[in-house]
């Protein structure tokens, strides 16, 4: 099975939740295979369906004086910050083509990071029972956000690569108080190198997922969707 990965670079969200909802229509009518948007926000918080504003610690007009916007949308979870450094990944895939698991597609992706730094970096991550994404301790390093529509997916996860932690001072990450947030760089002591850490994540969620890359770039991802 064939999965488009589209390596947007630095985009921002708003437009990139565009280009996520006409990618789920054309999915939905099976006009366009499975696809993976891989790219980077500026600094931006969104908040899910069951967010809270009271999770976001200062003040949303100090946030946009500094050009930070906010955007309610329609995942799972409360508020999450993107930024630089950070890899965010918005997987439109069939359930029908993947066993219509959503836990297991949940699982899946969770398996991807754990796959990757442990492989890769010689990182112990794993899951939380009580918290969705990937964990090193009690930090989390891959934050995990979907939604499901007729069997299709959007939204996806941010891995915190180089990111600068402490923008997520400016929330309870996913509304959660008792724990914190960590970055492939805070791990490693330097920064990596964010090419690379895409083509590896590119590799096992391929893996894990048992689909086989084509890699696009935007020109390309608009050609195939037909979106101007």
Request: contains cysteine.
């Amino acid at each position: 099975m064939k999965l488009l990965v589209a390596l947007l670079g630095k985009m921002d969200y708003k437009e990139a939740l565009s280009i996520q909802e006409h990618l789920l229509k054309l999915r939905q009518q099976d006009l366009i295979e499975d696809t993976l948007l891989l790219l980077e926000h500026p600094p931006v918080l969104t908040m899910g369906v069951r967010g809270s504003r009271s999770n976001i610690i200062i003040p949303e007009e100090v946030l946009k004086a500094q050009g930070v916007n906010i955007y309610q949308v329609n995942r799972g979870g409360d508020v999450t910050y993107h930024g630089p450094g950070q890899i965010v990944g918005y997987p439109i895939l069939d359930l029908n083509k993947h066993g219509r698991d959503i836990p297991d597609f949940f699982r899946k992706i969770e398996e991807t990071f754990i796959q990757l730094l442990k492989e890769e970096y010689g990182i112990t991550a794993g899951r939380n029972s009580k918290y969705p994404g990937v964990w090193v301790g009690e930090e989390k390093i891959t934050a995990i956000g979907c939604a499901v529509k007729r069997w299709v997916t959007m939204h996806g996860f941010a891995f915190n690569v180089n990111t600068q932690l402490e923008h997520f001072r400016w929330i309870n990450p996913c509304g959660i108080t008792d724990r914190g947030v960590t970055s492939l760089q805070k791990i490693l002591g330097y920064p990596e190198e964010l090419q690379k850490v895409n083509e590896q994540v590119v590799r096992y969620f391929c893996k894990i997922f048992n689909v086989q890359p084509e890699i696009i770039d935007k020109q390309k991802l608009y050609q195939i969707t037909g979106r101007e």
